[in-house]
């Protein structure tokens, strides 16, 4: 079963504005990615926050982690045209290499 | 090299065929994965590498073979397929973590990416 369930679905926004992500998960973590995807592409990773962070910043993109919620958001500032993708946030839960991957946010920036 | 290449970009295979995924990365990394993605919905592991050996089966149907034959490549062998595992098959990699219990510590690297349509 799916670990984290991202809202909204789908996100639609003017080039300028900032954009926000939200995923929620189940389980206990050792570190939540957020990945983008271009239209039918493979997925580019964006930024990593372990468990024992509760912030990080990686240029433009903003993530936050609340273990006690379960919870994590991305935030996207000054979007642009470019920035039109889908985003997963992906859990890291036990041993091994496995990753889980959220339900994911369709963003669409329009100029 | 940062790259994750896959061959074919585009597969079309009727039922009876045999086909294969290839996947490459010359980044030194030992995990390397095998995902299938629906569209709209997110990528789903079916199986992990490890240090050339597997690791990890979601348990997926013997239709699907997967091997590693060296630290550089990996094949998704494909026979008897149904209609409804057509899907964009995803490859990925990533530094192996040293202690196994300490989850996935790393970014994985992903290839664009084989759409596989099966008739």
């Known amino acids: 079963s799916q670990q984290g369930e991202e809202d909204p679905q789908a996100l639609s926004i003017q080039e300028g504005e900032n954009a926000t992500m939200n995923c929620s998960y189940k389980?206990?973590?050792?570190?939540l990615q957020w990945y983008r995807q271009n239209s039918g592409r493979g997925l580019v990773h964006l930024i990593l926050?372990?468990?024992?962070?509760r912030e990080k910043h990686s240029g433009r993109l903003r993530v936050t982690l609340d273990t006690s919620k379960k919870s994590s958001s991305l935030l996207i500032t000054a979007s642009r045209a470019a920035d039109t993708a889908s985003y997963f946030c992906?859990?890291?839960?036990?041993?091994?290499?496995?990753?889980?991957f959220g339900t994911g946010t369709q963003l669409k920036v329009e100029l | 090299d940062t790259e994750v290449t896959q061959t074919p970009k585009h597969l079309v295979m009727g039922m009876t065929n045999k086909k294969s995924l290839k996947c490459e990365q010359h980044?030194?990394?030992?995990?390397m994965y095998w995902y299938k993605q629906k569209a709209k919905k997110p990528p789903e592991l079916m199986f992990v590498?490890?240090?050339?050996?597997?690791?990890i089966n979601e348990s997926v149907p013997s239709r699907f073979s997967p091997e590693c034959p060296n630290s550089s490549l990996l094949n998704l062998h494909l026979h008897a397929l149904q209609p409804e595992d057509s899907a964009l098959y995803l490859c990925?990699?990533?530094?192996?973590?040293?202690?196994?219990?300490?989850?996935?510590?790393?970014?994985?690297?992903f290839g664009p990416g084989t759409r596989l349509t099966v008739l």
């Open positions: 992906a859990t890291s839960t036990g041993g091994g290499n496995k990753l889980t």
């Open positions: 389980t206990s973590i050792n570190n």
């Open positions: 926050i372990r468990s024992n962070e």
């Open positions: 980044m030194g990394h030992r995990a």
């Open positions: 590498y490890s240090y050339e050996k597997l690791s």
């Open positions: 990925a990699s990533s530094q192996e973590s040293l202690r196994r219990s300490s989850g996935s510590r790393y970014e994985q690297f």
